[in-house]
């Protein structure tokens, strides 16, 4: 068997060390609770996967205990129970997380860990650094679409040159970051991480008589997802091993100058996909409908006629409705790939029918 990994001997599990302080508040003879809970954890000996040197002869990353991060946050939650007479009953649940990270240092003096993450071998959003959150976003800026070939002469450095000699009208301006008048890593910048400024949950329950209603909706704020299946389904150059996307009819034309997607080109000369840019980031915030019920218990008279103790029937539906600016498939994304959506398989909308019954 080939080896693809190189062996750590002296790997050892990340230690953490967590500083709570909390609260817990009832009134109303508890109809209304508040929890409130902040807290600071400093983890070292973090687990980090680190690229291996080029003579190495393996391809993938090799785990080490590279650094130490911090994680600092709030939680709360909010939850009022209520009644209208005895038939009526009815509660409202609300929790919101915050939670900052930040790299603090790494091993061997090192400022940056060079990592393999990756989109077909030619993307490479991700950078891990110190004073900035875990896997940010490293990418080169965009400035809007050329409109015209003026704007492309025009758009010169020091020299006088060309910043961008190969681009034609349709293609995306890039932000040359460093002044040396060409377009290259070296002008890439930090454009924020997958991490959100929060997160939240909303709950409502209610029962009446023998109906029963709970729903329960979760959601992001202010996170970022870099969209890589741009690069594979709305780029012309990479032939037609893809299908592509639907928003590729709104390309730029000279008849559809308004659109933020560049045109569509067999050779990709200027690098409007094959530069690691920001144009690739989307605002990956949501809210989504996770889960709806809506139940009927029958009488205990007429159970107990049937020989049953209870006899419910419900109707359940999953991921039911999503609100989202994001174009790709699925927002939820998260951290699994450090917020590199490669066409994940979107959520199964479903709807449950059941009998819950008690002899």
Known sequence: ???????????????????????????????????????????????????????????????????K??????????????????????????????????????????????????????????????????YSYYVVRTNGIFQTQEEINNYKGKDGNLIQPNAKPGDLRFVDKNGDGIISNDDREFAGSAYPDFTYGITFNASYKGFDFNLFAQGVQGNKLFNALKYTNMNA?????????HDILDAWSPENTGSNIPRISAQDANGNYGTTSDWYIENGSYLRIKNVTLGYTLPATLTKRAGLNTLRIYLTANNLYTITGYKGFDPEVGMDEFGIDKGRYPQARSFLFGLNVNF
């Open 69 to 134: 991060a911090r994680d600092r946050g709030i939680e709360l939650g909010l939850n009022y129970s209520g009644s209208s007479g005895k038939a009526f009953q009815y509660s409202v649940g609300a929790t919101l997380t915050k939670v900052t990270n930040k790299l603090l240092e790494l091993d061997e003096g090192r400022n940056v860990l060079p990592n393999g993450v990756n989109v077909r071998s030619t993307l490479t959003p991700i950078r891990t650094e110190v004073g900035q959150p875990l």
């Open 1 to 67: 068997m080939q080896k693809t990994r190189l062996s750590n001997p002296n790997l050892r599990w990340a230690n953490s060390r967590q500083v709570n302080i909390g609260t817990d508040i009832g009134l109303f003879n508890n109809s209304l609770s508040f929890v409130a809970d902040y807290f600071i954890k400093n983890t070292e000996r973090m687990l980090l996967t680190v690229t291996p040197p080029s003579t190495a002869g393996v391809s993938n990353d090799t785990w080490k205990n590279a650094g």
């Open 237 to 245: 150059s990479v032939g037609t091993n893809f299908n592509m996307l």
